[in-house]
C-alpha cells in the first residue's frame, strides 16, 4: 500500500495513534476507528483504510505523507496516551515526537490540492501542540457520555462523549485558529477550526456509540470537505 499511493485515492485514511480511546465496562478496549470506518461506509459511502500506527510505527514519515495526500480525507484519531507524559507512549510502536511531527506534517502540506483533515481526542491535542499552542492539566477531567458542549459558531449546545484530564489552553492558541467549541461545565476548549484551510477539531467523541449523537453533523460537514476535494483533484490538469 505504502508504495502504491494511487489505491487509496477515493478512501479515508484514519490515522490510529493508541490501541484503544478508553476502556468498556467489561474492561475492554474500545477502538474508536472501527466506528469512523462505520460512519465513512454509512454517511459517505466511501471505504477506509486504516493506519494502526501504535502497532505498526513510522518507517518512513515521507512516503506516509505521501500515501495520506492522495486519499480523500484524513481523520487522526483518540488514544489513552497522554501528550503531557512521552512515556505513555512507551508501549506503542511510535512515540509522541513523531505523532507531533506527523501532524505538522498534514498542516505544512495544507495546499488546495491536499486531502482535509478532522483531528479527534487525542488527534485534537496533538494539533494543538503541532500549532504551537500549549495544554494544562484540568481541575476535573472529562469522563462520560452526557458532557454540554456549546457550539461557538451556531450558539447550540450538543451533548457529547468525552474521555480526558487534559485541554487545550485557548489563550495559547495562533492568530490563524479560531475556537469553536467550550464546555458549558468549565469553559475549557473543545473544538478548534484553521480560518484558512479544511482543518478543524474537536476534543469530545463525536464518533461514539452508542452515542450521544448531537455532533454528527460533524462527519457531514467532513464528509462535504472531502467531496470538494475530490472534485478538484478530478479537474486537475
Known sequence: LLNN???IKNAISIIEPSDHVGENNEGEGVRASSNIAYICRIIADCDSVLFPLWDSGISD???LMEVLQNSRAIVVEGGHPSVSDPSTFDNSKVSLKELLLLCEK??????QKSSPAIFICLGHQLLGLALGAKTQKMNHGHHGANH????????KVEI??????FAIDNRSLPECILE??????????CGIKHRY???????????????PHDSLHLFSKFFQMAIKHKDYKKNEL
Open 160 to 165: 457529547t462523549s468525552m474521555n480526558h484530564g
Open 106 to 111: 498534514i498542516l505544512l502540506s495544507r495546499i
Open 5 to 7: 499511493a494511487n489505491m
Open 197 to 211: 484551510r479544511d482543518i478543524f477539531s474537536v476534543q469530545y467523541h463525536p464518533e461514539a456509540s452508542p452515542g
Open 180 to 189: 469553536t467549541h467550550v464546555s458549558l461545565f468549565d469553559r475549557s476548549n
Open 148 to 155: 454540554p458542549v456549546l457550539n461557538l459558531c451556531t450558539g
Open 61 to 63: 514519515m515521507n512516503n
